[in-house]
């Protein structure tokens, strides 16, 4: 059979690997043949698939580079992370501030309010001295409403925090999810796959190791 | 209620550790009787090498979650009858329910008023009081 000959008008030529498929005449080389055939696709998918990795992975990079690094420069997924953290500490040291005022300040209201009880229940003879001992207590007791409902509200780093944990939990995911897929179709599609013992350190030997495979 | 217990407050974050200590603090519970730890694997040693009168814990948190704490403390014979709030932003069904049937004794939502802890803390031990008599 010639693989070489002209099809007839509206057929296409077989696959060079089917072709020798069919020309197969022992076990052997039928076996070879069909094992060459499965892998060209197989390749070929694995081949999409780091492709489509790759765009992903593109993808994200170009979301980072929204975050702009102090120096100015596009960030990566690390130190997008790594701002994560930073408003996790910034809103962390706020709140711890705002509670060392208010258990500082606190105590002088509740004892601001107990003198001006005492004082008011002398029954002091001066008018200044009424008013003054009824002002100071009306104070300290709206001192010691304020400062409970300030303690309630630093909550709100809690809160906004487990959120931002979430978000970076969700983005080192994404990131481990991406190495695995690249490594894993890299691997599938005959590329030699890199070290996958030793931990990927940053951003650039992410980018090693995609163009490795040739994505 | 006494205000006279060894409590400890578990929770990842250290600004909820704190507000918690000081809606007790704002409630007449003295500060030398309050503990902390930052999730239920540092919790667990403290719970078992000191008496506690109750436990206040999180429930999302690193390495150890607050409901394993919880099974874990049911789970065990000299704390299985500690009493035990869960305060946490977590309101689904699915997890209050899974709390009620690990044998949490109480639940708040965050954020919360001293108000609402007292309310909480007061049911627990009028609860507990009525089991005993």
Same mark, same amino acid.
């Given at each position: ?52 990795? #790759? ?25 997008? #992370? ?80 487990? #959120? ?16 695995? %897929? ?34 | 209620?006494?205000?006279? %217990? ?128």
């Amino acid at each position: 059979m010639n693989d070489t000959a002209n099809p007839p008008a509206g057929f296409h030529p077989l696959p060079v690997e089917l072709c020798a498929l069919l020309r197969a005449d022992d076990q052997a080389s039928f076996d070879a043949a069909l094992d060459q055939l499965l892998r060209n696709r197989e390749q070929s998918i694995f081949r999409a698939l780091g492709t489509l990795a #790759r765009d992903l992975h593109d993808a994200i990079k170009r979301l980072t580079q929204d975050i702009p690094t102090e120096a100015g420069q596009a960030a990566s997924l690390e130190s997008a #992370r790594h701002r994560l953290q930073e408003v996790l500490d910034m809103g962390s040291k706020a709140a711890h501030q705002s509670l060392t005022m208010v258990e500082e300040l606190r105590p002088q209201a509740q004892a601001l309010t107990a003198a001006a009880e005492a004082r008011l229940a002398a029954r002091p003879s001066e008018a200044a001295d009424l008013a003054l001992a009824s002002q100071a207590g009306t104070f300290g007791q709206a001192c010691q409403q304020a400062f409970s409902t300030m303690i309630v509200e630093q909550s709100w780093q809690d809160l906004a925090g487990q #959120r931002v944990k979430q978000v970076d939990a969700f983005i080192g995911r994404v990131d481990i999810a991406m190495r695995e %897929l690249v490594q894993l179709t890299g691997s599938l599609s005959g590329a030699q796959p890199p070290d996958t013992t030793q931990r990927v350190a940053d951003q650039d030997d992410v980018d090693r190791m995609l163009a490795e495979f040739g994505f | 209620m006494s205000t006279n %217990l060894k409590i400890l407050i578990v929770d990842d974050f250290s600004t909820m550790r704190r507000i918690i200590r000081n809606l007790l603090l704002e409630l007449g519970y003295p500060n030398t009787g309050i503990q902390e730890a930052d999730d239920g694997s540092t919790a667990l040693p403290l719970l078992k090498s000191q008496s506690f009168d109750l436990l206040i814990t999180d429930w999302n948190m690193p390495i150890m979650t607050g409901i394993d704490l919880l099974r874990e403390v049911r789970n065990t014979p000299s704390l299985k009858t500690l009493p035990v709030l869960m305060v946490t932003a977590e309101n689904s069904r699915e997890q209050i329910i899974d709390a009620a049937k690990a044998g949490v004794n109480g639940y708040i939502i965050k954020p919360f008023t001293a108000v609402t802890l007292k309310e909480k803390l007061d049911k627990i031990f009028e609860r507990i009081a009525a089991q005993g008599s």
